[in-house]
């Protein structure tokens, strides 16, 4: 148990649905990141919120958001669902805004399915 | 801008032999490294990282990797490999200042009997 809890860890849906992916961080950790895990494209940074704030954005598109709430833990909302949206969404965690000094923590991930 | 490039996509080898997982970067400013690695069907595990002093760092499960600045590279090795090594192993730089951690497209270690 690396301490980064995701949920649901499986989700299956219909296109043009709207999910939430819930991520609760390590304790103690400020930093939350969220990444897209898909075949074809690797693993993709989408965003990553530090203590509330949104602190960098990478290649999250206009139909997924996402917040972080005053326990720290973390939603990523996707809607109009594609089918190519199905892929693996990991969370990840960090004491500060960086990898210093103990490098980010995954949580084991949620498998979204989109048919 | 940050990248990373994990030359080999797929690696077979025998069990209790050598294996080398190879890992370059570019960067035109200091970096921290990673590598992860991805059993089937779970989520990425820290294996060891490179932030500051040591080049050589290694894991506890046998694994160790060395940062070559001049080479821009951080190899993984492991002297034997076991069946239980099986998986995929990522590597990953995040340059200082940048804001998030850039993966290569991973390398699946194949162990056979």
């Known amino acids: 148990d690396s301490g980064v809890t995701q949920t649901p860890k499986h989700l299956i849906t219909a296109t043009g649905q709207r999910v939430t992916l819930r991520c609760s961080p390590r304790?103690?950790?400020?930093?939350v990141y969220w990444y897209q895990q898909s075949l074809d494209q690797g693993l993709q940074f989408l965003i990553q919120y530090y203590n509330g704030e949104e602190r960098a954005k990478g290649n999250i598109l206009e139909r997924f958001s996402a917040q972080q709430f005053p326990d720290l833990h973390s939603e990523l909302n996707l809607s109009s669902l594609e089918l190519g949206d199905s892929a693996l969404y990991f969370c990840a965690s960090s004491v500060g805004k960086g990898p210093e000094p103990y490098g980010y923590t995954f949580g084991s991930g949620t498998r979204l399915t989109v048919v | 801008a940050q990248s990373v490039t994990q030359l080999d996509s797929q690696v077979p080898v025998f069990e209790e032999a050598p294996v080398e997982l190879r890992c370059n970067y570019s960067?035109?400013?200091?970096?921290?490294l990673f590598w992860y690695v991805q059993y089937p069907n779970q989520g990425l595990q820290l294996l060891l990282k490179?932030?500051?002093?040591?080049?050589l760092v290694e894991s506890i499960n046998g694994f160790e990797a060395e940062f070559n600045k001049s080479q821009t590279s951080f190899h993984l090795r492991k002297p034997s490999v076991h069946i239980s090594d099986t998986a995929e192993y990522f590597c990953?730089?995040?340059?200082?200042?940048?804001?998030?951690?850039?993966f290569g497209q991973g390398t699946r270690l194949t162990i056979n009997p």
């Open positions: 960067s035109s400013v200091s970096v921290y």
């Open positions: 490179y932030l500051s002093g040591s080049t």
């Open positions: 304790s103690g950790d400020l930093s």
């Open positions: 990953a730089v995040i340059s200082q200042g940048a804001q998030k951690l850039v």
